[in-house]
């Protein structure tokens, strides 16, 4: 009975928000949505290939094993593992990722033997010399962002939530994002980047998402184009595994050195 | 012809109307056609689609990034940048920056990455200014001392001294718009300028950068434009008047220069030739010309109507004599504009066809339209004898006592001009294309002068293998290589990845300064490289100076301003250093801009030889044909060619340097100079066959006849032509300037030197004809 009530009562009041809602109330309440169903995952294996591309075509690959620890109320940690190009073979970052200050960062350079904290507030400078940044790598946090609900849209017959999103963090290399959000599996299928003045500068879009325990949906490939650059990046993800009980303890300095 | 000749006055006359109406049309869809017109902002138009040097700076450009930029020099008044109030204006500054329309990277001290150790473990990345409202003497005093020791940033973004510091914006154009996304940048920086003056009285700001440059070739095109055509035409109004004092030949003549003007820049607009800093001198070469040609039908209808002819008898004799000639000098001076098309610059290239379509124009309407409109105008004979005849006689009569005299002292000065050309030096210092009235060449100028350069020499330095950047061995051949530049006493900056390896060496160790070294091992050297690469801040990408597969670093080298041959010269040293030092790595040229135009001018030369010698041997065989006489036409060469070598001889005395823009001279003057010659020879053979003249009696004939005619063009030349050197651009003004000494050359040499020689190759034919001819008054 008492269920039934709390249902009833639940209902009534979306009901109610769908219709006073502000845009803004819109917006966080598609964020949240989003950012429940993808908690739970614990802790997240996979490979990454990285071609980087140049104005002129030209393309070089990375390899790059990523671990990622779920972290309630807090950006993620995660340890990237270079295995390509070969003279950075073993080159691990360890990152503690925050959604309004800077992220606590340490390197761990083989030739070098040593675990080096990086202290810098720079989210926005390019992730291992991608198109992609820091910022946009990291993961999904609701607190990253003020909201915005737009409209809705379709894409690529799919019907989608198109949400303009603020960064909350002072040092963002964006005044905003625009994403347009999978209504049915509440993923992001693209997201346009505007720069500090305001300028469409790139452009991110998911292809081939795959659900992994019956919850979590990763895309395969993830397409960045710089539109004031004319590069671009390609993402390729395979081998994700989910649950393989990683702690707090695979995700510390000492862990750095182990990593390869 | 002959025919032609004798029936086209009364022709033009009969379908006067219908010459008029159709020489409106075509004027109108002509004008239409001005609408196409585009100024064009942009430094690499000078250069040929397969210029070398411009495929090597593409072909870098693509490698790494595009690098049009705005820098903003900061010079405080008090002489030290390093206060907390220039301090505060640099932060913010940097910050506003940032929304320049196409910015995608700004630098200064303010935003320098600043990297150093604390303890054994951390490695701290941040901003060199942080918090300028707050800042400490201590914290000022830090500052200016980090700045003062980084390589990256002295002489490039602070003065060695610290009196000066730049903010550099790096602009990306998307080249959707080209006409309009420079000036909109130019537009915007300028503003951030004057609200930061205004905000910051103690601080003087400079503006200068590619972007800057490219803006002002555009801006002094137009500013050029509509400056140096109304000027030209006040002038031409006020010879005309004091030279034809009548009012219907003063106004016809100008609707013939407006008409050609509007053919020459509206033809070219349909046919896409932009506006460029060359190409608008045009309308003002065309508008010379197009007088010349018309002083020419209205000279001799003034003598005719003197003569008691009544109009129509005027304007038919008029067009009779000067119809062939008219044709001729049109057609020459197109085939010598013409021959621009062989310049390395297609400016100049647009330049000539502009001006060849006005100069066809002009011929037009200057035989069609002018007599068609006079006949229908008031004209009335003057009463007094014309004083130029009688000058022309008594002129005529000197130069036919002193024929032997004049050869030989007038060819003794043409020999020592000869041999004054070698005198010349190439070159060509792009900043100087702009006179020091124009804001950009002051500001830039200031720039050279105290913070960095505008000589920026740029090498990919190639290792050959993938990740072949961290070789030990090749980063240590770049460090002496980057050494070597730092010795050079041209040498202002030099940004090189070996300076950022020893850097990151030196944090990771602690900062212990005996690290300061190139890392003894390939994989540290790459480790370090990712970790520079993921430490780079927003915009920064490793690109800008690491190739994508890390095979080739690049390395910037900044000069002091200085000739195209000294470039050229510290560029080939540097060549032979890297064949004699670091012969593993040592197949590559040094590029950029600076290298572009050291070549441009030599390009220009050798391409604009073979476009000269073929105007000339067109010019040549043209005038062999009309004059039917292969030794007139031969001896005809000689006036043609050595106006150019005098100007050049003059010049060598009086400047001593030519650049791009005086490489098209002499292609550009033979068709202009060569109207003289096809005049006096014209006349001159009427004389001789048509009068049975002898030579002397010839020469009489042609220096009354079409003396004055020539003297006055030539005057109107020489001054159309100077109105060029108050263009804003340099190889404008030094243009109109050479050409209108050639032009005056041309007519000395005429008459001082040609009709002595032509007497004297002619001597033998006197012999052929009656002495009664000698002193019967010409009657043609």
Known sequence: MKTLLTITLTSLLTFNI????????????????????????????????????????????????????????DGDKSISIFDQPRDVKGTALLSYTHSTKPDDQWLFLPALKRV????????????????????????????????????????????????????????SGYTRRIVWVDQEIYQPLKVEFFDRKNSLLKTLTFHDYQ?????????????????????????????????????????????????? | MKRIEDQFGAWVIQWRWLIIIATLAFVTFAFLGTKNLVFTNDYRVFFGKDNPQLLAFDDMEQTYNKNDNVLFVLAPKDGNAFTAETLQAVHELTEQSWQIPYSTRVNSISNFQYTYAVGDDDLIVEDLILDPASITDSDIARIRDVALKEPNLVNNLISASGHVTGVNVTISLPGINESTETPEVTQ????????????????????????IMNNAFGENSLNDMTSL??????????????????????????????????????????????????????????????????????????????????KKAAITESLRINLQPIFLASLTTCIGFLSLNFSDAPPFRDLGNFTALGVAGSFFFATLFMPALLSLLPMRARQSTPYSTRMMQNFAEWIIRNRQTLLYSVGAVILVLIALIPKNELNDV???????????????????????????????????????????????????????????????????LADTMKRLNKNMHSDNEDWYRIPDNRELSAQYLLLYEMSLPYGLDLNNQVNIDKSATRISVTLETMSSNDLLAIEQRA????????????????????IMFANIGKRNIESMLIGTTLA?????????????????????????????????????????????????????????????????????????????????????????????????????????????????????????????????????????????????????????????????????
């Open chain 2, 430 to 496: 792009f900043v100087e294309y702009f006179s020091e009235e124009v804001q950009f060449r002051v500001d830039t100028d200031f720039s050279v002068n105290n913070l960095n350069g505008i000589y920026r020499i740029d090498y990919s330095f190639e290792s050959s293998e993938p990740e072949g950047i961290s070789n030990p061995e090749y980063l240590i051949a770049l460090e002496k290589f980057t050494q070597w530049w730092r010795a050079q006493p041209e040498i202002r900056h030099v940004n090189s």
């Open chain 2, 188 to 211: 915007f920086s300028r503003n951030l300028v004057n609200e930061f003056e205004q905000r910051y009285p103690n601080i003087e700001i400079y503006l200068t950068g590619m972007a």
């Open chain 1, 211 to 260: 659900q992994y325990l019956d919850q979590y949906w990763r895309a395969d490939r993830q397409e960045m184009v710089n539109h004031q650059s004319k590069k671009s990046t390609t993402l390729l993800f395979n081998n994700y595994q989910f649950k393989t009980g990683l702690t707090d303890r695979d995700f510390d300095q000492n862990s750095l050195k182990r990593a390869r």
């Open chain 2, 616 to 780: 000339l041997i067109g010019i040549s065989i043209i005038l062999i044909f009309a004059f039917r006489s292969p030794k007139i036409g031969l001896l005809s060469l000689i006036p043609n060619l050595i106006p150019a070598a005098m100007g050049f001889g003059i010049w060598g005395l009086m400047v001593g340097q030519i650049g791009l823009s005086l490489s098209v001279v002499t292609g550009m003057t033979l068709g202009i100079i060569v109207d003289d010659t096809v005049h006096l020879l014209s006349k001159y053979l009427r004389a001789r066959r048509e009068n049975n003249a002898d030579t002397f009696e010839a020469v009489r004939y042609s220096l009354v006849t079409v003396g004055p005619a020539l003297l006055i063009t030539s005057i109107i030349l020489v001054l159309g032509f100077l109105v060029l050197t108050f263009s804003n651009f340099y190889f404008n003004s030094s243009m109109g300037l050479l050409t209108a000494i050639i032009i005056a050359m041309a007519l000395i040499a005429d008459f001082l030197f040609f009709l002595p020689l032509l007497m004297k190759a002619e001597e033998n034919c006197n012999e052929n004809i009656t002495n009664d001819n000698t002193h019967q008054p010409a009657n043609v």
């Open chain 1, 18 to 73: 769908a219709f006073a809602q502000t845009p803004e109330e819109r917006g966080l309440e598609i964020a949240i949505e989003s950012d429940k169903r993808d908690t739970g995952f614990a802790d997240q294996l996979a490979e990454m290939l990285m071609t980087l591309r140049n104005a002129a075509g030209k393309e070089s690959i990375r390899k790059v094993r990523v671990k990622t620890l779920e972290v309630s109320g």
């Open chain 1, 116 to 171: 080096k904290r990086i202290a810098s507030r720079n989210k926005s400078g390019p992730f291992m010399g991608s198109e992609f940044s820091f910022e946009d790598i990291t993961s999904f946090e609701v607190d990253k962002y003020t909201y915005k609900y737009l409209r809705d849209e379709e894409v690529e017959g799919k019907a989608t939530f198109v949400i303009e999103q603020f960064p909350t963090y002072q040092a």
């Open chain 2, 575 to 594: 060549q032979n250093w890297l064949l004699e030092n670091t012969p593993t790595y040592s197949s590559f040229d040094g590029t950029g801009p600076s």
């Open chain 2, 229 to 310: 055509i109304p000027l030209s035409f006040l002038l031409m109004l006020i010879m005309l008047a004091i030279l034809t004092r009548a009012f219907a030949g003063t106004a016809v003549t100008f609707l013939v220069i407006g008409f050609s003007i509007i053919t020459g820049m509206g033809l070219g607009g349909y046919l896409g030739f932009p506006i460029t800093g060359p190409s608008t001198s045009a309308p003002i070469i065309i508008l010379t010309i197009a007088i010349a040609n018309s002083v020419h039908i209205l000279m001799t209808l003034r003598q005719r109507l003197h003569a008691g002819a009544d």
